[in-house]
């Protein structure tokens, strides 16, 4: 069975840090790309950051400079590190693991990021 379990969220004030954890099993993690993707509530759910098994990282525009995405084959365990929050950070971010040439998809089941003002 594969789970994928987020844990770090909460409630932060800006300009804070939070770091997020995606702890993976029931895959061959090292050969699954991962990403960070977050739904505010009303909006479709966006991509935060990605990495591949490879280790090559890329993020959308709104977090550049601001977070970082990680991974620890040897933990399954895939990271975001998140400094200088912003109120229009607050989401519920989602774990995602991928597998093109599998075919194979898989997501955690979301964890509450909340940034006051």
């Known amino acids: 069975q594969v789970q994928l379990v987020e844990s770090g969220g909460g409630l932060v004030q800006a300009g804070g840090s939070l770091r997020l954890s995606c702890a993976a099993s029931?895959?061959?993690?090292?050969?699954?790309?991962m990403a960070w993707y977050r739904q505010a509530p009303g909006k479709q759910r966006e991509l935060v950051a990605f990495?591949?098994?490879?280790?090559?990282?890329n993020y959308a525009d709104s977090v550049k400079g601001r977070f970082t995405i990680s991974r620890d084959n040897a933990k399954n365990t895939v990271y975001l590190q998140m400094n200088s929050l912003k109120p229009e950070d607050t989401a519920v971010y989602y774990c995602?693991?991928?597998?093109?040439?599998?075919?194979?998809?898989?997501w955690g089941q979301g964890t509450q990021v909340t940034v006051s003002s």
């Open positions: 995602n693991a991928n597998n093109a040439k599998m075919a194979r998809e898989y």
């Open positions: 029931g895959i061959s993690f090292s050969i699954y790309n």
């Open positions: 990495i591949t098994s490879g280790g090559t990282t």
